[in-house]
């Protein structure tokens, strides 16, 4: 806090004046100051000049109403200063600067409820940095870069929030990161993880043959070789 005060000669001949201060808690008496100074400054009729008389800083200890005084004095003929003439008290209030709001601190969560196309990706906001979430987001992709699509529609639960990832490739590794967002921006990079969607199930059928002589109720030929392909286009070539 700097403390200034505008000195004004309205004389009619050049003066030299001292200007002081005194700051001290309000309900201690000012022989307890902090701040007790004075600086000189010579002005010629009419002439008025702005002093800085301290530059102070409190610290957290120090809040609370304080007193703060302005005194002027001015020289005689002789060099004595003389003529007191203090300001009424001013009362000042400091308070506790408030703490700067910092990003969110976010975390990213292992992923759940893995299938051959989708999961469920989570994420929990650690430290809000002092200042309300406006904003939580998730980003994914097949490498770390995470580049193929992002979103902000998650499900919230207290810090934690979630997002239910579909139409994805079976049997291919995800990426993903967990972003928040509050009045001082987004947060920093926060872990990358992975999954896995589980590979599609491979179905397997079993064909049995049975080839008749003559007709379907006839008598059942062994050693007879049958040939041909089932729907998917795979050839079979087999002996009964």
């Not at 703060?68 to 400091?94: E, I, M, N």
């Not at 051959?116 to 994914?140: L, Q, Y």
Request: proline content about 4%; overall charge negative.
């Amino acid at each position: 806090m700097t403390f200034q005060c505008t000195v004004k000669n309205t004389g009619t001949t050049r003066h030299t004046f001292e200007v002081g201060l005194s700051v001290w808690k309000v309900g201690s008496p000012i022989s307890t100051a902090i701040i007790d100074t004075s600086k000189q400054v010579t002005l010629d009729p009419d002439q008025q000049q702005t002093v800085t008389l301290s530059t102070y800083s409190f610290s957290s200890s120090q809040t609370g109403d304080w007193n703060y005084q302005f005194g002027l004095w001015k020289d005689s003929a002789g060099g004595t200063l003389l003529d007191r003439k203090p300001s009424p008290a001013g009362v000042l209030t400091v308070t506790s600067a408030p703490t700067p709001v910092q990003v969110p601190t976010v975390e990213t969560r292992a992923a759940t409820d893995v299938t051959t196309t989708a999961a469920t990706i989570h994420g929990a906001v650690t430290n809000d940095g002092g200042a309300s979430i406006v904003e939580r987001r998730f980003d994914w992709g097949t490498t770390a870069s995470c580049s193929d699509g992002w979103t902000d529609q998650v499900t919230v639960s207290g810090n934690s929030f979630s997002f239910r990832l579909t139409g994805l490739q079976a049997g291919t590794t995800y990426y993903f990161r967990a972003w928040a967002k509050n009045s001082a921006g987004w947060s920093d990079v926060s872990s990358t993880l992975y999954f896995q969607t589980s590979t599609s199930p491979t179905s397997t059928v079993t064909l049995t043959l049975y080839v008749h002589e003559g007709s379907e109720t006839g008598p059942v030929i062994s050693g007879a070789r049958v040939q041909g392909h089932d729907a998917a286009g795979n050839s079979f070539d087999k002996t009964t």
